[in-house]
């Protein structure tokens, strides 16, 4: 009886042991966000945070890297990190020359008045850098948009792949 007292503990210490989670983050991905808003105490909408690879509401810490919108006629990323942030990097014909680019894009050189404030307008097949507030980076190449009025209010939606490098340089993926 005293060795199955042992033994249980053992296994279960070495079978917990081996299924470590691993915290980090992705660095790419395609993701599917709109301008849906919600009420809650407030309003707000899920945008899209690079560093943590997930949709976050405008309402929390940290905010989103970016959100789309739609000024009625076109589609639109924004950012809150009161910086020019957006870079196009490139606009293709069709989805596979915009894949082939987007994959061959390993680094970029932006002058610093090439920025803009807004991505816009936003076009299926574009590539565009990001630079968030903290001079991080992703590329962005844009699957595909929905721009329509729903319920009487303008409706955005984008999906996008993206590629995001921690580093503070212009290469993908990071070092």
């Known amino acids: 009886m005293g060795k199955k007292i042992i033994i249980i503990p053992l296994l279960a210490i070495l079978l917990g042991g081996s299924c ?9 991905g395609i993701v599917t966000i709109d301008n849906t808003r919600t009420l809650g105490q407030t309003y707000y ?31 639109l990323f924004m950012t809150d990190n009161l910086k020019d942030s957006f870079y196009n990097a490139g606009e ?42 903290q001079d991080t980076y992703a590329k962005i190449r844009i699957i595909s948009l929905i721009g329509e009025l729903r319920n009487g209010v303008n409706y955005a939606e984008c999906t996008f792949e993206w590629e995001y490098q921690p580093d503070g340089t212009l290469t993908f993926p990071g070092k």
């Not at 470590?20 to 790419?28: A, F, I």
């Not at 014909?93 to 894949?99: F, L, R, Y």
């Open 20 to 28: 470590k989670k691993d915290d980090t983050p992705e660095t790419s």
């Open 45 to 75: 909408v899920y945008g899209f945070l690079f560093s943590s690879a997930k949709k976050v509401s405008t309402l929390d810490t940290p905010k989103p890297d970016i959100t789309v919108d739609s000024d009625g006629t076109n589609l």
């Open 92 to 133: 293709y014909p069709d989805a596979p020359s915009a894949k082939t680019a987007f994959d061959n894009l390993k680094s970029a050189n932006v002058p610093e008045a090439s920025w803009e404030g807004l991505a816009s307008p936003l076009k299926v097949n574009q590539i565009w850098i990001y630079r968030t507030g």
